[in-house]
């Protein structure tokens, strides 16, 4: 167990012996790391007192990351640094979280999600697997805020890009394999595979229209059938989609 000697591990943790351990970070009761973690200086790994916390195997955690109790993460949990993760989040497997990303708890997220950096992710949300979120999203689940009992989170579904500088209003739905342009505001749902630009953003089209105006694919989207990197080995990419075995 590599340690160092100012972190702060306390006897309520479950640390596993293979476990790397940053300076000044304090992981407090009730946190159960995973095998083969590796958590960086200046995190906290239990904050609040929502009760215990989970984190999967080969978690990799990078500086200045705070993630609070009364959370479940699957194997293989990658952040940023500056990284906050709230209370009541269940969350498959290989989220990729990225610097100052906020996922404001009580929300599910499923595998292989990807949030490249300064993502906000309210509550009651819930992202489906293989989900891109890219820079400054903002997601918002109160229509007319500030409310307690009205709010619901929007719905990300499987495979869908959301590009940066995206706001999604409350309730939303994004369909499956669709595609939101950069700098819109989604005000109501995506259908499925299609894409959507603008303020509000509005329907142009079929995901297949969109071509690379770089490079040398032809065809961009659906995404899988070009871009394969950084997902596990395990991962098989289909004319349907990204597979993987539960």
């Not at 006897?11 to 304090?26: L, N």
């Not at 929502?50 to 993630?67: D, F, K, P, Q, Y």
């Not at 400054?136 to 990300?156: A, K, M, R, V, Y």
């Not at 953003?201 to 032809?218: F, K, N, P, Q």
């Amino acid at each position: 167990m590599a340690i160092h000697p100012t972190a702060v591990i306390d006897p309520a943790a479950t640390v596993p012996a293979d476990a790397e351990i940053g300076p000044f970070t304090w992981v407090r009761p009730g946190v159960t790391l995973g095998a083969g973690s590796v958590v960086g200086s200046h995190c906290v790994l239990g904050e609040g007192a929502a009760g215990e916390l989970v984190i999967g195997e080969r978690a990799n955690i990078r500086s200045h990351s705070v993630i609070y109790g009364g959370s479940t993460y699957g194997p293989e949990l990658d952040t940023g640094h500056h990284v906050a993760l709230r209370e009541g989040l269940t969350v498959g497997r290989n989220l990729r979280v990225g610097t100052n990303c906020d996922l404001q708890g009580h929300s599910t997220i499923g595998n292989f999600v990807r949030m490249v950096a300064n993502v906000h992710v309210t509550q009651h949300s819930t992202i489906e697997d293989f989900v891109w979120m890219f820079a400054w999203i903002l997601t918002t689940n109160d229509p007319h805020p500030p409310s307690d009992s009205c709010t619901i989170g929007p719905t990300i579904e499987r495979g869908a890009v959301i590009t940066s500088n995206v706001t999604i209003l409350p309730g939303v739905r994004i369909g499956a394999g669709s595609f939101v342009a950069a700098g819109s505001i989604v005000t109501k749902d995506v259908a499925a595979e299609r894409i959507v630009r603008g303020t509000p953003a509005r329907d142009i089209g079929h995901v297949s229209e969109i071509r690379c105006t770089h490079g040398h694919d032809e065809i961009a989207y659906p995404w899988w059938i070009h871009f394969r990197r950084g997902y596990p080995a395990d991962v098989r990419f289909t004319e349907t989609g990204p597979q993987y075995d539960a």
